[in-house]
């Protein structure tokens, strides 16, 4: 689908040799511009791979990747890692041991100002009523209160963060 725009006076600034009764179509290409969501601070958030129902997850703006909590984090082979997701301190815990692929590893910078490197998975989340695909890094967020962080990466174009809201998704 195109837009035709007409253009009278102008194009005579532009274009020295197009008289000003003239008229000049320009066919310019329109991008379907999908409405992004509002999401609070904190959201409950549902990892259906994981088999991990409604998880309290921080959306951090200030960190890039997402991040979700593993008791344990092994390398089984260079495109291998096998983990278990959260701890028996959660409700949703299962102890069952899952493997991914993994997409890459990467340096994180956590807030604390210590770097590690991270296996990343892709895997999806359900947010807000509906499921997205998530880049996930793995690592122990035992000492932290949310067992999972959204990053501006996913975010990015679906989002906009209400900071003074929270769980807009039990509010659907």
Do not use: W
């Not at 009278?8 to 179509?25: A, P, S």
């Not at 301190?89 to 692929?101: A, I, M």
């Amino acid at each position: 689908m195109y837009i035709l725009i007409f253009c009278h006076t102008i194009v005579n600034f532009f274009f020295r040799t197009v008289k000003r009764t003239d008229f000049l179509i320009l066919s310019l290409p329109v991008f379907k511009m999908e409405e992004k969501r509002i999401i609070g601070r904190c959201e409950m958030a549902g990892f259906p791979n994981l088999k991990v129902g409604k998880l309290k997850t921080k959306v951090d703006t200030g960190a890039y990747t997402s991040s979700i909590h593993c008791s344990s984090i092994i390398k089984v082979d260079d495109h291998l890692v096998r983990c278990v997701f959260l701890d028996p301190s959660y409700p949703e815990y299962t102890g069952k041991e899952f493997e991914f692929k993994i997409l890459k590893e990467v340096m994180v910078k956590s807030s604390n100002g210590y770097a590690e490197k991270r296996f990343m998975i892709r895997t999806t989340i359900e947010l807000l009523g509906q499921e997205y695909t998530i880049d996930l890094t793995l690592t122990h967020r035992d000492k932290m209160k949310y067992g999972a962080l959204i990053g501006r990466k996913f975010l990015h174009r679906k989002f906009i963060v209400d900071v003074d809201r929270k769980y807009q998704s039990i509010q659907e």
